[in-house]
C-alpha cells in the first residue's frame, strides 16, 4: 500500500472490522496519488473474511479470487472513454441488487466518478439513496467538484493530499527512481510522486531535470531562447505544462503581473497546440523570453 493511505486505512480498516463502515465512499485528489489503487486495497478488505487486521488476509477464498480477478461481489467501472454511460452504470447496478455470491458483501467500485453522464449518474443515485444490504460504493475523482450535489451529500468524502516533500523522495528512493525530484520538479506533477515516477519511467522525451537546467541556463544566459525553443520543440505539450507551473510558481512568490502574464501565456498556448500546423517553435520563444 502506498504510504500516503496508511492513516486513511487505518480509520477505514476499524470500521470494516466494526461493521460501521459507510455504505459510499468518495476518495479524491489530485492525479496520480493512486486512488484506484487504494480503492482495490478498500474493496479488497471489505470482502476479505479477515474482520480483525487492518489489510486484507489475501488467503482466504475472497482474497484469493479477487487477485485471480474472478470475485463474484467484486465489480469495477473503469472507463477508457471520456465519459461513463448509462448502460455500464446500469448493468452493475442490475448486478449489486441481487444477492452476494460469497463473503456476504457486495462492492462496487467506480474510477474517475465525475466522468459519468447525468443519465448515469441518476441511475447510480437511487442505489445511494436506497443501498441494499451489505452493499459499498466507492467512488474515485481527481475533479470532484464536476459531481453532482445529489451524488456528494450521499457520500462519506475522503481528500487525499499528497505527500510532503521528504517522505515523498523517500518513496522514490525506495522505489529506486533516479533522478529524484527537487521541491519544484515534485510542484510540476502537483505533489504526486506517482505522477513523477511515471514520467521517469516512461519517458520517451526531455525530462524535468533537463527543464531545470535549461531554465537555469536561461537565467546564467548560457543559452539563447532560439536554441531552447528548437531543443525543446518534440516535447512542447509538457514543457508548456512545466512552464506554466513554474510561472506560477513564481507568481506566488513574488506576486509581480509579468509573471501572471507568463503564466496566463501558458494556458494560451497549451490550447494551440492542439492545431495542427502550428509553429511550435515560435511558440516556445515567446513563452521562454519570460524566464
Known sequence: MLPWFKELNQQLASRINNNILHHAILISGTIGLGKEQYASHLSKKILCEDKVSMLACGICKSCQLIDAGSHPDNHVVVSDKTQIGIDLIRKEIETLSKTAQLSGNKVLTIANADLMTESAT??????????????????????????????????????????????????????????????????????????????????????????????????????????????????????????????????????????????????????????????????????????
Do not use: M
Open 122 to 291: 441518476n441511475s447510480l443515485l437511487k442505489t445511494l439513496e436506497e443501498p441494499t444490504n451489505n452493499t459499498y460504493i466507492i467512488l474515485t475523482s481527481s475533479q470532484s467538484q464536476r459531481l453532482l450535489p445529489t451524488i456528494l451529500s450521499r457520500c462519506e468524502k475522503l481528500n487525499v493530499n499528497p505527500p510532503d516533500f521528504e517522505s515523498a523522495r523517500e518513496w522514490l528512493s525506495q522505489e529506486s527512481i533516479s533522478p529524484l525530484p527537487s521541491k519544484d520538479a515534485l510542484r510540476a506533477f502537483k505533489g504526486s510522486p506517482l505522477a513523477y515516477k511515471n514520467s521517469v519511467e516512461q519517458a520517451s522525451g526531455l525530462l524535468y531535470t533537463d527543464f531545470e537546467f535549461t531554465i537555469q541556463e536561461l537565467i546564467e544566459r548560457t543559452t539563447g531562447v532560439n536554441k531552447a525553443s528548437i531543443q525543446w520543440q518534440k516535447d512542447a505539450d509538457k514543457l508548456v505544462v512545466w512552464l506554466g507551473q513554474y510561472f506560477l510558481n513564481r507568481y506566488k512568490d513574488s506576486n509581480k503581473e509579468s509573471d501572471f502574464i507568463a503564466y496566463q501565456k501558458t494556458v494560451d498556448a497549451n490550447k494551440k497546440l492542439n492545431h495542427a500546423g502550428l509553429n511550435k517553435v515560435l511558440i516556445l520563444q515567446s513563452l521562454f523570453s519570460h524566464v
